[in-house]
């Protein structure tokens, strides 16, 4: 699952930089992010190793920047894999979400997606704020991120949910 999750996020992160590299707001900023969708996914399905295989993923997008800056690289790999299933752990503390997703609605979904890309937004620009402070503009960064961030989480759970919906009507027509 870790593996699985980690060649996910980097295959879906290559693939909206070439197609969506028109979308970006500046670099590591997209207003239209779709591995978020896939964040959120995996997270909310696989837990704590989709966390971890999102993070070791970044690692490896962000090998080359490793050793001129590791503290940023790290804490951005741990922001990114860690920062929705922290959202996750904490929506089920207070009961705004089941933890097994049985009886999960579509608002559980949206507040879910709302809470993760303003979180992740907030997170990724401070890290960037704190390793760069001359160079980042984070209250200019986190609208664009944040935006990118839903509107990629929004697509990829709109997309499964129609799918599913086809899959389903497709089984019931079929018997």
């Given at each position: ?118 979180t992740n937004a907030l997170l990724h620009q401070a890290i960037r704020w704190l390793s760069h402070p001359g160079q980042s503009q984070p209250w200019i960064d986190v609208w664009p991120m944040f935006m990118g961030d839903l509107n990629g989480a929004l697509l990829v759970l709109g ?17």
């Amino acid at each position: 699952m870790v593996l699985a999750s980690a060649c996910l996020f980097v295959l879906t992160h290559r693939l909206n930089h070439s197609w969506l590299s028109t979308l970006e707001h500046s670099e590591g900023v997209s207003w239209l992010f779709v591995p978020a969708g896939f964040r959120v996914l995996l997270v909310l399905v696989l837990g704590w190793p989709a966390a971890l295989g999102i993070a070791l993923g970044n690692l490896w997008l962000d090998q080359t920047a490793l050793v001129a800056h590791p503290w940023q690289v790290l804490s951005t790999a741990l922001a990114s894999g860690f920062g929705p299933w922290l959202v996750r752990l904490g929506m089920e503390r207070v009961g705004l979400l089941e933890r097994d997703l049985r009886h999960c609605s579509g608002h559980d979904l949206v507040n879910f997606v709302l809470l993760y890309a303003a979180t992740n937004a907030l997170l990724h620009q401070a890290i960037r704020w704190l390793s760069h402070p001359g160079q980042s503009q984070p209250w200019i960064d986190v609208w664009p991120m944040f935006m990118g961030d839903l509107n990629g989480a929004l697509l990829v759970l709109g997309a499964l949910w129609l799918a599913l919906r086809y899959i389903g009507s497709w089984r019931r027509n079929r018997t």
